[in-house]
């Protein structure tokens, strides 16, 4: 395994399988690059990928929510 740190997206992707970023003291979800687009990274390097999580984790739980009010216990 390599570690690359480095602000030259098109190296990184050339070069890479899988990309995180790190920003504002956090590191993002894992991506492969298949997956990743320079505009979703850049996003990320804003630290954007928190809302992400946020939205899905939010969607994640009403799903619970909504399936324990069909088949309450």
Same mark, same amino acid.
């Given at each position: %395994?390599?570690?690359?740190?480095?602000?030259?997206?098109?190296? *990184?992707?050339?070069?890479?399988?899988?990309?995180?970023?790190?920003?504002?003291?956090?590191?993002?979800?894992?991506?492969?690059?298949?997956?990743?687009?320079?505009?979703?990274?850049?996003?990320?390097?804003?630290? *954007?990928?928190?809302? &992400?999580? &946020?939205?899905?984790?939010?969607?994640? &739980?009403?799903? %619970?929510?909504?399936?324990?009010?069909?088949?309450?216990?």
């Amino acid at each position: %395994a390599v570690l690359v740190l480095s602000e030259e997206l098109e190296e *990184l992707f050339d070069i890479s399988d899988r990309l995180h970023v790190m920003a504002k003291g956090q590191i993002s979800p894992s991506v492969d690059r298949a997956d990743a687009t320079m505009e979703r990274i850049g996003e990320w390097m804003s630290g *954007l990928w928190h809302a &992400q999580v &946020q939205a899905h984790l939010a969607q994640s &739980q009403a799903l %619970a929510a909504q399936t324990l009010d069909e088949n309450p216990a």
